[in-house]
């Protein structure tokens, strides 16, 4: 085994037992409030939640190192390595999880500005429409 995995909690952590671990200890309405993410006051399952979850990065990054430095109680690593995805954070050797956090605004405030050192690659944009042409309103005379 690489020492990628190794020292990586979340290697091999399906999203739905984190979910489900994280939703046992914090309820959905806690997890709601600690992250800020409207999604779980609204928690219509495991499975739209996940898919929720896969199809916003910035969510499920936000769930994955609340998971870790929260919950799991791991020590915060430096800004630089914040900036990784946290699928990507290698912990060192001696690291040993502790005992879950409380929800406090403190915790609400450290999980937001551990979020803002990720940065997101941009999608493209589409950059303008097309002129409209009034002989042609369905573009299909196109040169």
């Known amino acids: 085994m690489s020492a990628k995995k190794q020292n990586n909690p979340l290697f091999g952590l399906k999203l739905e037992v984190l979910l ?10 806690g997890l709601s409030e600690a ?5 779980f006051n609204f928690h219509t399952g ?9 199809n916003n990065q910035w969510a499920r990054e936000k769930v ?12 915060y690593p430096e800004p630089k ?7 990507d954070h290698n912990l060192p050797e001696d690291a040993v999880s502790g005992e879950p956090a409380v929800v406090t605004d403190a915790l609400i405030d450290r999980v937001d500005i551990a979020c803002k050192h990720r940065v997101y690659e941009k999608k ?8 409209y042409d009034p002989s042609d309103p369905w573009g299909i005379n196109k040169k």
Do not use: G, N
């Open 81 to 87: 390595i914040l900036a990784k995805q946290p699928r």
């Open 64 to 75: 994955e190192m609340f998971y870790l430095y929260e919950f799991k109680a791991y020590p």
């Open 20 to 29: 489900t671990e994280l939703s046992e200890h914090y309820t959905w309405p």
């Open 46 to 54: 495991m499975k739209s939640t996940c898919k929720f979850l896969r």
């Open 124 to 131: 493209a944009v589409v950059t303008s429409e097309p002129a």
């Open 35 to 39: 992250l800020c993410i409207d999604r």
